[in-house]
């Protein structure tokens, strides 16, 4: 599941194009689809695009060597070829990627595209509208929770694909993690996650902490030389798991971006293992920069800094302590957190059934 979801809600996003949503749900039509640019529109599109990639990338020599890819693309006549927007879209992309990869970076074909607006702030509302909008997106989404459930041995397992808006979700995950309170342990599965917010991941990891603030991590802005930071609340609402108890994060390929946030700062502090595969290494915040009325350059502008390893995923992702295909990363999970919480039963007929299920994990690895 992609969320798809509006720049002021989300910096640390998959998607953060309001205007992309119905356009990337069903095709464009055919007029849409085959509409061409003459050579002069194509000229200011890569023009505007090499300008907001030398202002704007996270590392400015990078911008600038991407900046100098597509001005150089376009000298030698190689935009001629593409017949409509999408395939100049397509074409832009492939060319800045291979002058730096970023897999946060990319142009995209966005009918009727809105201007371009100031980066928002963490903190700054909402228009009421969006708002409105949001809340019933994620509503009908649950807030992207799709599962709780206890599993044998009173071990918590708990699956979500997005880290939603906080200003929206905070009360659906404070209802998730406090049902998950009372667990044993705990399996948290962000196989198909994709992003989203990144104070939402610092609501949820609050739940897996201390009585202390933790400094999560720090997020860097250098087009406007600023920095977010950061930290767990000790006074999230209701219950909290704590620190002391297991914590296992099943990852994917799919793992991506906040999601990523999430398991690579807690993986930092040794709070959770990671069980699974290496994940889709995005670790960029990004702002869409309209470039063509009908064309988009979503840009990283910033960049996670984790304080113990003072660097992040991007481009490497996020290794898993234990290394297993993803498919059985529930299964090895749950056997590993099985083998913590048997030592604890003292019921004979429970720990009997509890062995019993172990071996039934064990065998299926």
């Not at 693309?73 to 070829?81: M, T, V």
């Not at 409509?84 to 002058?99: D, N, V």
């Not at 991941?201 to 739940?207: E, I, N």
């Amino acid at each position: 599941m992609r969320h798809i979801l509006p720049a002021a809600a989300m910096i640390f996003c998959v998607i953060a194009l309001p205007t992309a949503s119905a356009q990337e749900q069903k095709p464009a039509s055919s007029a849409q689809q085959s509409r061409s640019l003459s050579a002069a529109d194509k000229a200011a599109a890569v023009d505007l695009l090499a300008q907001r990639l030398s202002d704007k990338y996270v590392f400015a020599d990078e911008g600038k060597k991407m900046a100098a890819a597509v001005r150089n693309h376009l000298l030698k006549g190689d935009y001629q070829k593409a017949a409509t927007e999408t395939e100049f879209a397509g074409l832009l992309t492939t060319h800045i990627q291979a002058a730096h990869p970023d897999k946060h970076l990319s142009i995209r074909y966005v009918p009727n595209a809105q201007p371009d607006r100031p980066r928002p702030s963490l903190n700054q509302a909402m228009p009421a509208e969006v708002r409105q909008r949001m809340t019933e997106m994620g509503q009908y989404l649950n807030f992207s929770f799709e599962r709780v459930e206890r599993l044998p041995g009173n071990i918590m397992y708990l699956k979500f694909n997005g880290f939603f808006d906080a200003g929206i979700a905070n009360a659906a995950a404070t209802a998730a993690m406090n049902l998950a309170a009372n667990g044993n342990a705990m399996i948290i599965d962000l196989r198909e996650n994709r992003g989203g917010d990144p104070r939402m991941v610092a609501h949820v990891a609050s739940y897996l902490l201390g009585d202390k603030k933790v400094h999560l991590s720090d997020i860097y802005f250098r087009a406007d030389n600023e920095t977010n930071s950061f930290w767990s609340d000790p006074a999230v609402p209701g219950a909290r798991f704590g620190a002391d108890k297991p914590v296992y994060v099943l990852t994917s390929g799919q793992t991506f971006s906040a999601a990523e946030d999430f398991t690579y700062n807690l993986q930092a502090i040794k709070r959770i293992t990671v069980v699974g595969e290496t994940t889709g290494g995005g670790a960029h915040p990004i702002q869409p920069f309209r470039i063509d009325p009908n064309l988009v350059a979503v840009i990283p502008v910033g960049r996670s800094i984790n304080l113990i390893t003072q660097g992040d995923w991007e481009g490497t992702g996020v290794k898993p302590d234990v290394a297993v295909a993803s498919e059985k990363a529930l299964t090895k999970a749950n056997a590993l957190a099985l083998r913590q919480v048997l030592p604890k039963i003292s019921n004979p007929n429970e720990r009997s059934m509890l062995e019993k299920k172990l071996a039934e994990l064990e065998t299926a690895l």
